[in-house]
């Protein structure tokens, strides 16, 4: 019969009706429940509400947990039979054994993952392969009342039963999906199309009754299909199965550790039914989880770590955000992720695993080749919105010239069904397949939906070598990795950052959390130099297992739905509680730190006046500093310190005062009676509604707000989107401005300025605007209660200067951007990601606009933009209704942006010098010089981003980038005794020695280049 007249809907459906005869209910299950707000331990099973079950009883609310027993006897009707139960508590639930450790996963049918990609259910739990009919049933399951994304849809008992499962019908239905499925695949007109719809049919009208009898002359009639094979494959996919876990989104993180049982879980079970099966997950985070709370399960996965079965993903301790981390955790993600996993597994990590994250900074590449890293993968680029990017297998460069071979599964996603559909569309979409005939596929279903299911793992058997479709091998992904390696010639190259063109709300989005982020890196950084400075200087403890336990939380609050802003409330309830008691801790490791080089210094001064002053940062700072009240003004060399009394500085004030201060309009200005700043460098002049409506660089002679244009104009924006996205054309919608409601001159020692009151609705903000006396930076500090919802706050900076691109601070560098709009690519790109600083230059003169904790920029033709507060809806209905403190600054300058060395301005701005006070009775013992650089650096483009102490014994580590995009040869200066000094890659193993003359060691930088040094040989601080 002619294919054109099969019907194929009615194949169809015939399908449907025989999945339907798989399972025959036998008799209902006995339920009981112990209802809990929070999860409690097995020990603890029966502490909660006790509710009897039936079905269609509701049990808990959105977030509770319950323990459910099971119980019941198999019948004697089922002698022989191969007995199954089926579970539904309509959440997510996780069987266990008799001790309480996790032994498979259920997730509830009723959920709103997306169904083209397969039915997301668990409710098959298998019980004997052939019954005695009289075995008793009794089961323990941890419940969770929500579903794959944590929504709460009913709670109820749907179904708790004792099953026959038909196994000949259950192999029947796989058989003729994965043959019909097939067949709609095939071209029209194909011999193989017809054919295997020639026996669909045959095999329809044979099944009207599905007797024992009729299905096995119905499989033997498919199976003639199924054991057709292709010839030599153009196309191999190299198949892994997968269970991506978002660590905290929709959910809290406690549920995401039960997520983590229920997933894995499944997967051993899987193991031992499909021998075949190679399941693979990530994030070293998940797996501690699993140690700390599931001991038992953690060896059993091991074991199959061992075996090869289980393969261990991904090179960073979580799947971090890679925009908004800084250079140093990015650095400590993978540090810490390759350490578990060879600590634990003893297996080297050679790719990244990141197929959900908001885009790839251009700095990644090198951090990855430095630390042993190959490969990448990810999917998510097949998002992006204007744009197809043009590959699925490509090289990634970044910006100091580093590549990694990059794969994007050209299916585009990480819960593939495994099924016919799949291996076309892998086919038929890979972008590269003109020179790469392997790619990868990812099965299973994410979001704790326990990854693979008996369907995915039925699919394959079938599909390995069928005819009609590229055969699909099960295989770990770092075998993939290495057979596409092979080609790694042939494929094209893409440089700089892989932007994502979707999610550019999440800059912004839950502005505390990106705060405490900033706020924490930098204490982190400062912490660590101090505890080196405070061993050299007076043989302090290094606090290593306080850091570690430190950075590994910060590192978890990095993942790319927590600190992007994409979570539910109480992800960022938790995590604002907590990013509060790590600040507290760190600051107070800081200050002991700092203390006890502080007791070895000499007392200056009357008892009681004499500071030290505390500087990280690898150059001399010279500036002012208000300490108790009382200004200082102090010279601190590179990564050292100096004491200082303050007195001595008294004089400078009358010079200060006479050049810096509040004033009328000057003579040679425009707006008549409006409020003026200065200092020695600038005089700002206010419009009234308190923007600026001039900036005179006196020293330049040169106007740097373009004529009738505002400066620092505060704009409110129509934003009706979520935490991930805004609309592109916000700024076409009619915007709001702030209200001046009072501003007030100040004048504090070597500052002077107004401070602005603004009202908008029910928001109020109030910003400082500050000159200081010698500096080129003009200081907006800012206190907002903002309680819009809806709603999104921007500044902007019109600047007299022309250039096409700007500068955008990234991780160990920076990016050109362009400020135009000439191609898709460059629209596109209209919210962009920038770190301490943007800049916009001409050859001799630019303007920097810094920060100390915003991400979300715009730079079009001459206006620098700001993205300050983002008030969403969902996921967080609360999101950024709250008071919010944050600084930015804008940097007027000679030259561009090296040469007016803008760099240190960011750091300047983000690294505050550190005080502590001198005197006798702390200490004051003298043993130290007055002031001394722990390290110097001969060249401006080069500076150093972290001094500690090695992961693993007594050695130093000192990790330097050249930071201009340049060559570079420099001399490193230790203050310190060093004998050996080793060049070690970003694991702190060591390269190769350098050698060390008269406490100094010869440096070249190629640009953008990190170099780490391992100190193997240091001794206390010279005198």
Known sequence: MPYEIVRLEQLKSALNEWKEQIYIPLEKLSVTAWVTAEPVPFEERMSGRRMELLPSDRWGNLWDCAWVHFTGAVPASAKGAKVVLLIDVNGELCLVDDAGSPRQGLTNINSEFDYSLGLPGKRVVHVTESSTGEELIEVWGDAGCNDLFGRYRSGTLKEAVIAICREEVRQLYYDAEVLLETAEHLPEGSARKEQIAQVLYEVSLLLTELTDERVARARAILGTQLSKRGGDPTLTISAVGHAHIDLAWLWPIRETIRKGARTFSTALRMMERYPDYVFGASQPQLYDWMKLHYPKLYEELSQRVREGRWELQGAMWVESDTNVPGGESLIRQILYGKRFFQQEFGQEMKSLWMPDVFGYSASLPQLLRKSGVDYMMTQKLSWSVYNRHPHHTFMWEGIDGSKVLTHMPPEDTYNSPAAPRSIVKAETQYLDKNVSDHCLMLFGIGDGGGGPGEEHLERLAREKNLLGLSPVEQMPSSVFFEKLSEGAEKYQTWCGELYLEKHQGTLTSQARNKRYNRKLEKALRELEFAAVLARLASGNEYPAEALEVIWKEVLLYQFHDILPGSSIKRVYDESLERYAALQAQVDRLIASSYNAVASKLPVHGTEGNSYAIFNSLSWARDGWIKFDGQWIRVNVPSMGYAVSTGLEQAKDFEEVAASTGVGEILPDQTATGAPVIQNDLLVLTFASDGSIASIYDKEHRREVVPQDQKANALRVYHDPGDAWDFRQDYRQTDSLSMQLEESVPYQDGPTAGLIHQYRFRQSTLTQKVVLTHGSRRIDFVTHV???????????????????????????????????????????????????????????????????????????????????????????????????????????????????????????????????????????????????????????????????????????????????????????????????????????????????????????????????????????????
């Not at 502590?916 to 390290?935: D, F, M, R, T, W």
Request: glycine share 6%.
């Open 785 to 1023: 209660d903002w309680q819009e919802s809806g709603k999104m706050l921007r500044t902007s900076f019109p600047v007299q200067v022309r250039s096409d691109t700007v500068s955008c601070e990234i991780q160990f560098g920076y990016l050109k951007r362009p400020t135009h709009r000439n191609t898709m690519w460059d629209y596109a790109k209209d919210e962009i990601c920038a770190h301490h600083w943007v800049d916009l230059s001409e050859p001799d003169y630019g303007v920097a606009l810094l920060n100390d904790c915003k991400y979300g920029h715009r730079a079009e033709n001459n206006v620098l933009d700001l993205n300050l507060l983002r008030s969403t809806s969902y996921p967080d209905p609360e999101a950024d209704r709250a008071e919010h403190h944050f600084t930015y600054a804008l940097y007027p300058h000679k030259g561009d942006h090296v040469q007016a060395e803008v760099y240190k301005q960011g750091y300047d701005l983000n690294v505050p010098l550190q005080v502590i006070p001198v005197s006798a009775e702390s200490g004051g013992a003298g043993q130290l010089p007055s002031s001394q650089a722990l390290l110097y650096l001969d060249h401006p483009n080069v500076m150093v981003e972290t001094v500690k102490k090695t992961e693993d014994g007594e050695d130093l580590i000192i990790r330097l980038y050249e930071t201009a995009g340049t060559h570079a040869a420099t001399t490193l200066h230790f203050g310190f005794n060093v004998l050996e000094v080793w060049e070690a890659d970003l694991m702190e193993v060591k390269l190769e020695s350098i050698p060390v003359d008269e406490g100094k060691v010869e440096l070249t930088f190629t640009p953008f280049e990190i170099k780490t040094l391992r100190l193997t040989n240091q001794a206390m601080i010279a005198e």
